[in-house]
C-alpha cells in the first residue's frame, strides 16, 4: 500500500503556470482512502467483523490495557528519567491504550517532558464508532473528547496529532502494519503489540513486522502484549528481544513482557539520505515568512528556545504576506508517499490552523470550476477515487457549485467544503506566541564555531549565536550557505478587486485557471483578491516583474465566469513577489549535507556499486526549509513538524520516502546515479 516514488502531477495549484505538464496517467491502483473498520457492537463492546474478534470489553478494557500494557512497559517508571518517551503501537483500534498511556503520563510525568505514541491501524474506525467506543470511560472524557476531535479521516498515511500544548503527540499510521512501520524513523522505548489475536489477524505478527519493531526499537526498549502465542514469542527472540511470561488479566494465564536486546542489525538501502544527529540547544530561524515561521513554532513547541530573523520591517512580509492565502488539498492520483504527504499535510493543516481560530483559518470552501470536458472527467474521476472521504471532496452539478459559491455558475465544480484562507498576519501573530521575533534583522552570513553558530548582520557584527539554525529565507538562502541545489524563481501577482455585481456574494473560494476569494480586508477596505500570474524569473533578479498581471489576472476570471462586467485593470491594485521553487517542484527539507563527504563517499554510485556506503553526513546544526513554490501555506505545517522532529531526533510524522524526496541532496544523488546509467 505505502508505495515509493516521485509525484507524477498535481491536479490542484494556486497560480497559472504553463510549463507543468499535468499529467493524469497514473492508474490508482490504491486509494489512499481506506474503508473504515466494519464494527458492531455487544451492547457497550465493540467487535471487528473482518476479525470475529473484540476491540476489548467494555467493563474490563481499561483495567485490562493498564495491566498488559502499561505494567508490561513499566509506566510510569518508562518515562520518569525522560524528557521525550516514545512508545509505538500495532493496533490503534479504538485508541485505549493512548487515552490509557496519556491519563498515567499526565498525573505521573514530570514538568517540560513529552510523551509520543506512535500507533499503527490497518482498518480506521470511523469517528463515530471511535466515539461509541469509548462511551463508557467516562473518567477519561476529557481525553476523549479531545481523541474524537483530532481523530482524522481514514486516509492512509501518517497523521501527526497534538494534545495538551505539545506535550503529547500521537502519530497515527493509517496502512498495513509492516509496509507503514518500514515508512517510519523513530527510536521506540516500548511497544504495544495489540493487534487482533494472532490466529484472527496473521498479517500484523509476522516475521517483517518483528523486523521492523527491531529496526526502530531503541536499545533495552521494552515490549508488551496480550499473546504469549508461541510463535510470536519465537519471532521476537529472533529478532533480539529476550521474552517472559508475566500473570495475565482476568481469564488470561498470561501476558508477553519483553525486552529488546538490540541494537538490531539492519542496513540502510538510502544511507545518502539517512538523517542528521540530533542536536540540543538553543535555534536561529532565517526567514519570517510561512516556513519560518510554522518552522519556528514547531521547534518552539517541542520546548525548544527559538528566535526568528527577518530582514523586513515585519513577519509573514515577502511571498507569505498577501492578505490571504488559498489552501486546497494537493490531489494527486500517483498514489506514491508524496502524494500521500501532501493529502496528509492538507488533513494536518485543518487541525493545526483551525486550532488557531477564525482569525487564522477560515474554512469558507473551495469550488472549483471544471470548465471543459477534459476537466470534468478528471474532476468525476478524483471524486470517484476516494483520494479524500465524500464530505472533504465531492463533485457538483451547476446548480449545487452555484449554491456552494452563493453566486451564479453554469458549470459544475469539485466541492471542498472544508478548504479555505489562511490570514497570515493573524496567522504570524499565533506561530510566534513562544518565539522572540527580530524583526529588521538581516542576516548577511553565518560563520561555523565550536558547536554552533554566529549570524552575522550585513556591517559583519555578531547579532545572534545558536546550537541549531534553520535557515527559512527563500532565494536569499542561497547567499547564506552553499546549497547543493538550485532554486527556480516564479514571479506571481493578486490583484484586489473591489465587490462588484456577481461576484460580490461569493462566500467560496472559486478557483478556475486562477483563484478568486471571497471579500477579504484589503489595506482598509473589502476587496476579492483574484491571482496569481505565474511568470518565469531569474532567481538572481527575481524582481522583473511584467505590467500587465491586472489585465491577465481578469483575463482569467472572464473566461471562467463570461457573464461578469469586469472593471478596467488600470483602476485595480494588486501585490507581486516571487515564490522559490525547484526543478521537481517539491519543497526543501531537513539537514544541510556536507557534499565534500558525499562526493568523497558516494563517487562509487557513479560506477552504479552496490556498496556498503557510509551514512549521510550533515553541516553540524544546519538545517533548511525552503522551495515551497505555490503551495506554502499547504505544506509549511506538516514540513515544520517534520523539521522539528529531525532537529530534536523524535519520530518522523512523514513517511521516510517523502523525507528521501524533500532531501536537499537529492539533486546531486539523482545526478551522480543517472550518470551511471
Ligand atoms: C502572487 C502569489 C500568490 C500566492 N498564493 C498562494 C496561495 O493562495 N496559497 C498558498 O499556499 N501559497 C500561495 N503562494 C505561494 C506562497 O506564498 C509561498 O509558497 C510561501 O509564501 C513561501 O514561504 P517562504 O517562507 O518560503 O518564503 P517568504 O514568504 O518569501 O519568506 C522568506 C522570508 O525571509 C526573509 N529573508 C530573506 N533573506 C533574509 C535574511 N538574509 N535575513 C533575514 N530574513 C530574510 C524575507 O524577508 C521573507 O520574509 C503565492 C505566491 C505568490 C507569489
Redesign the pocket.
Known sequence: MLRAGISPGPFFG??RRRHVSRTYSAPVTEPYNLSPAAVTFDGATPRALAFGDVYFHSESGLTEARHVFLGGVGAPDLWADRQHTVIAETGFGAGLNFLATWDLWRRTAAPGSFLHVISVEGYPLSRADLARALAPWRELAPLTSALIDAYPPPVAGFHPLSFDNGRVRLTLLFGEAAAALAELSARVDAWYLDGFAPDRNPEMWRDEVMAEIARLSAPTARLASFTVAGEVRRRLIAHGFAVEKAPGFGPKRECLRSLFQGPSATRDPRPWFAPPPSLSGKVAV????????MAASALADLGRQVTL????DD????????P????EPWLDRGGNAVARTHVAAYLHLLRRYGGWGPQVWQPCGIVRLLGDEAARQQGALLAADRLLPADHLRYLDAADAAAAAGIALDQPALHLPHAGL?RPKALAAQATTKVEVRRR????ALREIDGGWTLLDPSGAEVDRAEVVVM???L??A??APLPFAFQA?????TFLPPFAGIADLRAVLMFNG?LTPAVDVEGGKAHVL???FDVVSPDNPVSLKGDAAARNLRALGKALPHLTLPDPATLKG??????TTTDHLAILGGVPDMDHYAASYAGLRQGKRGPYPSARYRPGLYI??????????T?PLLAEALAAQVSGLPMPLERAAMDAFHPARFWVREVKRSAG
Open positions: 494556486y497560480g532565517i526567514g519570517g515568512g510561512i516556513a519560518g515561521l530573523h527577518e530582514a523586513a513577519v509573514a512580509a515577502a511571498a507569505s504576506g498577501n490571504a492565502a488559498v489552501v489562511a534583522s538581516e542576516i548577511a527559512a529565507a527563500a536569499a538562502t547567499r547564506l516564479r514571479a506571481g501577482e493578486i483563484y491571482g496569481a500570474t501585490r507581486a513577489q516571487v515564490r522559490a526549509m525552503t522551495g515551497l513554490g505555490a503551495r506554502g501555506f499547504l509549511a
